[in-house]
């Protein structure tokens, strides 16, 4: 099957497509670590080579126009996040084949709870100039020693001879780089062959996806298709899958696992699960965006308003992360004021219509919930208590919720915690914002606080997309969910140090952007952060950082800085 095939839909096409991944398979078992290295720098460059075809298709998917603002979400999460997962396993494995760890040259130290920490950006003197102000660190579970993060770092990247057979990896609808990032993780750290089976959604981008990984497909450890449920129904069953890996909804998840109606229930009795084979995944959640209060300037409440809105409307709020519920102080003098600059941000937000297939139902389903919500230029905000269905339904939608807990400082941070753990549903990603100096007035208990969120992605004064974004991040649920109880998934991806049993990845940025936050005594010069939804200049921002991923240079560095710096 070569990358210029029509799609494989039949049952007899699929068939072949898993037996030349069972080769391709034992092809890459042979391969040596510096080839496989060769090839990801290869694929390096097969992105960059369809990256505005690909931006452009992706945009047209969401009904985008690709001169619109919005158009620049689709060059960051998908060519851009693409050619850096690329890039950073391509050195992973330079490293291994040069007999040195993925770990080196990067800073491992210790987190609360008697953790390591490895430190993954910035990791360059590029990165730094780049992400100025904002650092990425990985936290290891309690108790694990940095003697032994060491020497587990490279899962199967270095393992010559290791089979590590034929995956399904089913492709999300919502952003266009998760289906690729899932197959280089599937290959990379498992030495596993992929059938990528897209979403409906991203149909389009079938032609783009097979040039793009067109290294990948030659050797005959990718195969990418398109199709419906049946295609994926046939895949989820077919003897020549080993394993499966999904991005989507726990529904579906656990459809694919235990099936649906009398025949879920009897098989969840009998702990008999359908699917016969491993299974990971990233299944999404309520996030929330816990606000510690203290005396913010008229600028921090415009800003940091600015900054939650966006969290929940970027992608018109179709992502698995998005924050949902907003966590507030009821002893926070300035409350009615943030709310006031969070109800303008809904409305002042670019306008832009729900596209992905079902958000309508969504929406209805919020309102039927909260008939009292207010409605902002076609977004929705209410206000609600713990146990509403806000907390446990994750809209997908243009649906923002806030809720209010007692206290302030750290009494406040440990009331926000304790109601993200037990409250809210899924672990996948939360969200954090402070002022400077509160975070220093709370010492460690902020610290510990951090420590105690049961999420795989936590972010301060930032936004859990960052880390998604992160190749050197890990992205997925907090350890713990089965396939019988999944919560936001199990396992995680991206990886790019490959990391062996991470526990989660902790994004932190300056709490006001420069030049404010220069004035204010805070070491950054980072901008407007180009996922704000009123950017300026994501487009340009997001076109640039793509060439500039795609072979790093101070010459090309240079353009991402002006357009940041018009957001």
């Known amino acids: 099957m070569s990358v210029t095939d029509t799609q494989a839909t039949t049952e007899r096409e699929l068939d072949q497509a898993v037996e030349e991944l069972k080769v391709g398979a034992e092809r890459w078992a042979q391969l040596p670590v510096a080839d496989r290295g060769a090839l990801f720098r290869q694929v390096q460059a097969s992105i960059a080579e369809v990256a505005d075809e690909w931006a452009t298709t992706a945009a047209q998917a969401k009904h985008v126009d690709p001169a619109a603002p919005y158009a620049g979400e689709e060059w960051m999460t998908g060519p851009y996040g693409a050619l850096e997962s690329a890039a950073a396993y391509a050195r992973s494995y330079a490293a291994l084949a040069r007999g040195r760890s993925t770990l080196d040259g990067l800073r491992v130290g210790r987190a609360p709870g008697g953790r390591v920490s490895v430190r993954v950006l910035p990791r360059t003197v590029k990165e730094w100039v780049l992400f100025n102000g904002i650092r990425a660190e990985v936290w290891m579970p309690p108790g694990v020693s940095e003697r032994r993060v060491r020497s587990e770092a490279g899962l199967g990247a270095d393992r010559v001879g290791e089979y590590g057979g034929v995956g399904l990896v089913l492709g999300a609808g919502n952003i266009s780089s998760i289906a690729p990032l899932d197959a280089f993780y599937e290959l990379v750290a498992h030495n596993r062959a992929s059938i990528v089976k897209l979403n409906p959604t991203f149909a389009a981008l079938l032609d783009v996806y097979r040039r793009a990984l067109a290294p990948l497909i030659d050797v005959g450890v990718v195969r990418v298709v398109a199709g419906d449920a049946a295609v994926g129904a046939y895949l989820t069953g077919h003897p020549g899958i080993d394993k499966v890996h999904i991005t989507g909804s726990a529904v579906t998840h656990d459809a694919i696992v235990w099936g649906t109606g009398e025949e879920a229930e ?54 698995c992360v998005a924050g949902q519920m907003v966590v507030l102080s009821a002893d926070w003098p300035q409350k009615d004021d943030f709310l006031a600059e969070l109800r303008a941000a809904l409305a002042r937000m670019p306008a832009r219509e729900p596209w992905y297939p079902g958000t309508a139902d969504k929406v209805s389903r919020a309102n039927a919930a909260h008939p009292d919500a207010e409605h902002l230029a076609g977004r929705i905000l209410t206000e609600v208590a713990p146990g509403d269905p806000a907390c446990t339904d994750e809209y997908f939608a243009p649906v923002l919720a806030w809720t209010q807990l007692p206290g302030t400082g750290a009494e406040f941070l440990d009331a926000a915690v304790g109601f993200a753990n037990d409250s809210l549903y899924g672990t996948l990603g939360a969200n954090v914002l402070v002022r400077p100096r509160d975070r220093r007035a709370m ?123 018009r957001a």
């Open 266 to 319: 009897r098989r969840r009795a009998d702990d008999d699960p359908r699917l016969k084979v491993p299974i990971t995944s990233e299944l999404g959640g309520v996030a929330p965006m816990i606000v510690v209060p203290g005396r913010w300037t008229a600028a921090d409440l415009r800003y940091q308003a600015e900054h939650l809105a966006s969290m929940r409307l970027h992608n018109a709020g179709h992502n």
């Open 443 to 565: 010492g460690a208990a902020f610290d510990h606080a951090i420590a105690d969120l049961r999420y795989g992605n936590i972010a301060i004064n930032a936004w859990t997309g960052l880390s998604f974004l992160l190749a050197g991040a890990t992205w997925g649920a907090f350890p713990g969910h089965t396939v019988a109880d999944v919560g936001s998934g199990i396992d995680v991806v991206h990886n790019g140090h490959l990391l062996s049993g991470p526990e989660r990845s902790v994004v932190t940025g300056a709490f006001r952007p420069f030049p404010r936050s220069v004035l204010h005594g805070e070491p950054s010069l980072f901008p407007k952060p180009p996922w704000f939804s009123g950017s300026r200049s994501v487009t340009d921002t997001g076109r640039a950082l793509t060439r500039y991923a795609a072979a790093p240079s101070w010459g090309r560095l240079v353009p991402v800085l002006l357009a940041a710096f």
